[in-house]
């Protein structure tokens, strides 16, 4: 049971981290690549990226505090009165 909550914690740290990397792309060079790809307005593109970083960094972050909420296999031991090695 433990392996499997490591592996969804680092799975849900490396998703996190995509959507914050997206996010922070996007809110780089998003509204350029949208105006120049679809033609729209200057300023309704740049809002689209903006708002597409913002949706990005809530999931991100979201995301970030799932995966620290989910205890380490250390510390499932501990809380159950079990040994664990000694650090």
Partial sequence: MASVKAAW???LQG???LLLTVGGLSFLV???LI???TK???LT???EGLGFAAICLIAGVSVKSIAEDIPDSDE???QKGGLSPKK
């Fill in 45 to 47: 593109a740049e809002l």
């Fill in 76 to 78: 499932d031991a501990e």
């Fill in 40 to 42: 729209t307005d200057r």
């Fill in 9 to 11: 914690k680092g799975f």
């Fill in 35 to 37: 105006h120049a790809e």
């Fill in 15 to 17: 998703v996190a981290w």
């Fill in 30 to 32: 998003g509204g350029g």
